[in-house]
Structures are given as C-alpha cells and as structure tokens.
C-alpha cells in the first residue's frame, strides 16, 4: 500500500509542542479537532507520546508505536522499530498520521506531504519539545481557520492545513 503521511500537532507561538511529556495546554476545540481528523487512520507515535495518552490506545485509529525496544508490547497498539517499519505496517486507507513527539516529528518532516497545524497564539515559556522549523517556502496554505478565546478553550488558536508545494 501507498501510504501519504501527514503531521498533525498544536504548536505555540515560538514553535513549541509540549512540556514535561504533555500537551502545552488544554483546548477542547483541539482534541475534537484531531479526534476528526485522525479517526479511521492509522497514527504513528513515539512510545513517551503513547504512554501521554491517559486512557492507552486511541479508538477508531490503528496506533502504530515507534520505539527502540525490543521487549516493548503494550496491548491494542502495533510496534515498530524504525520509521520505515511503521509505514510499513500501515493497515488503514488514506492519510496517515505522525503524532509525535518532537524526535519523531522531526525525522520524519522531510517524508509528510500536509501538515495540520494549530496555530496556539500564546507562548509557553517552561515548554521543552519544539516541532521542527516550517519553511515557509516549502508549503502552501490549504486552509485556515481562527478562533478566539472562548469559556472552554482559554487562547485564541488558528486550525491550519498546509501542502507541501
């Protein structure tokens, strides 16, 4: 099979992803968002990403774990050792999907064809994962859509689609 990889990541202002192992914040409008993109894909993940999840794998999703080692089997997901591997075992119809974390986002920046971006208009300053740098010259817009702050979701944020040109 074929398989076209995409990206999908909430990102800061100055490029950051996360902290302390979690998300750099809580944004409904998000979780909602990635829920109805990912569901009916396989996603691909590094294994600190994986254990993030609070409830383990992610339902309606093939969960595809990147890791080094070899006696790592946690139930409902499907490990791979390398990146080529993963894309290997892809098993669900189109787009695939990197999770993350920010080693496995910047290994593979150079193989996705989209990128779906939220756009958090915020900083956080105590981040410590970073998403690789996005040249702009290699992407175009495919779609944008902002929204405020709002009583659920605390900062201004901006769902964007970019293709590589």
Known sequence: MDTTLSAIVAIDAHGAIGRNGQLLCHLPADLKHFKAITTGHSIIMGRKTFESFP??????????VVTRNAHYRPQGVTVAHSIDQAIAMVEMPGEAFILGGGTLYQATIGLVSTLHLTRIEAAFAEADTFFPHIDAAQWAVASEEHHEADERNPYPYTFVTLCRK
Do not use: D, K, S
């Not at 409830?55 to 595809?64: K, M, T």
């Open 55 to 64: 409830r383990g794998p992610l339902p309606g999703r093939q969960n595809i």
